[in-house]
């Protein structure tokens, strides 16, 4: 059974830094495509970033390029949303996804995280 496992949220200040990790109980992990995306109640799900199973290509939402990095660790089966500067408006629950194909469409990721909450304060 893949299991994937979403942490480090929690509450941040506005203009702070906070480190998401996911590890993913995937033989097939670097083959496979992962992103992030988020959720705030009463919204559809919001894609962050994404990257290629090699690590060599990446692309982000418009609300987060320039201050979210999305990197990963093919030996660990880790992959990590570092947040730099976060705003009020990127409290919502981060979740990491898998799949085959590289795109910014969540319905085209197969194996989804619990979730993590983020929350910035002003």
């Known amino acids: 059974q893949v299991q994937l496992v979403e942490s480090g949220g929690g509450l941040v200040q506005a203009g702070g830094s906070l480190r998401l990790s996911c590890v993913a109980s995937?033989?097939?992990?670097?083959?496979?495509?992962m992103a992030w995306f988020r959720q705030v109640p009463g919204k559809e799900r919001e894609f962050v970033a994404v990257?290629?199973?090699?690590?060599?290509?990446?692309d982000y939402g418009d609300a987060v390029r320039g201050r979210f990095t999305i990197s990963r660790d093919n030996a660990k089966n880790m992959v990590y949303l570092q947040m730099n500067r976060p705003n009020p408006d990127d409290t919502a629950v981060y979740y990491c996804?898998?799949?085959?194909?590289?795109?910014?469409?969540?319905?085209?990721?197969?194996?989804w995280g619990q979730g993590t909450q983020v929350t910035v304060s002003s």
């Open positions: 996804a898998a799949g085959v194909r590289y795109t910014t469409g969540s319905g085209e990721y197969t194996y």
């Open positions: 995937l033989r097939t992990f670097s083959s496979h495509t």
């Open positions: 990257i290629i199973s090699t690590g060599r290509r990446t």
